[in-house]
T-cell receptor, first 114, second 110 residues
């Protein structure tokens, strides 16, 4: 069974640009969550999608958005990039997203904003 | 999500048991206790989770205090590959998402 796949693995962007990151969950999983990891703030929850609907949202500005497609693949978009957006972006998938099940994380996309 | 408190770092010798503590004094009755670990340059990896009873799986054991205000992750024989940051996380019964703390950085000495 293939794991969670995130593309691209590495990305360098310039301030002011926008970026789209992709996450393919494990087959059959309907919940996809996104996290930002930085040395200073640690792992922070961005948002969760379930069956193409955003179910939960973290405390991030509106520049951060996402969506989920009918095949459960998800994308997140960051517009007007800032230097502070440099981070490892992780997605996690789970069958239903409930607290009684485990989540499976991808290896992440490392975004560098210059 | 309720907060957890873990030591910043711990050290263990290879092939010895490791007990990683976690305090969660404000845990509610519907909170599940989850443990994940993150190896260098990788995403977090599920280790174990439980609600009230002690749990065992092929990776580790989870011992939960009777009042559920603390728990301990037990690695029965540490290997060098167990060196990672270990996160203790509470998730409520309504499926709210993970709130990660700083975790415990485990070093395993050969």
């Amino acid at each position: 069974k293939a794991g969670v796949t995130q593309t691209p693995r590495y990305l360098i962007k310039t301030r002011g640009q926008q970026v789209t990151l992709s996450c393919s969950p494990i087959s059959g999983h309907r919940s996809v969550s996104w996290y930002q990891q930085t040395p200073g703030q640690g792992l922070q929850f961005l948002f969760e999608y379930f069956s193409e609907t955003q179910r939960n949202k973290g405390n991030f500005p509106g520049r951060f958005s996402g969506r989920q497609f009918s095949n459960s693949r998800s994308e997140m978009n960051v517009s007007t990039l800032e230097l502070g957006d440099s981070a490892l972006y992780l997605c996690a998938s789970s069958p239903l997203g409930g607290s009684y099940t485990e989540a499976f994380f991808g290896q992440g996309t490392r975004l560098t904003v210059v | 999500d309720a907060k957890t408190t873990q030591p910043n770092s711990m050290e263990s010798n290879e092939e010895e048991p490791v007990h990683l503590p976690c305090n969660h004094s404000t845990i509610s009755g519907t909170d599940y206790i989850h443990w994940y670990r993150q190896l260098p340059s990788q995403g977090p990896e599920y280790v174990i989770h439980g609600l009230t009873s002690n749990v065992n799986n092929r990776m580790a054991s989870l011992a939960i205090a009777e009042d559920r205000k603390s728990s301990t992750l037990i690695l029965h024989r540490a290997t060098l590959r167990d060196a990672a940051v270990y996160y203790c996380i509470l998730r409520d019964g309504y499926g709210q998402n993970f709130v990660f703390g700083p975790g415990t950085r485990l070093s395993v000495l050969p």
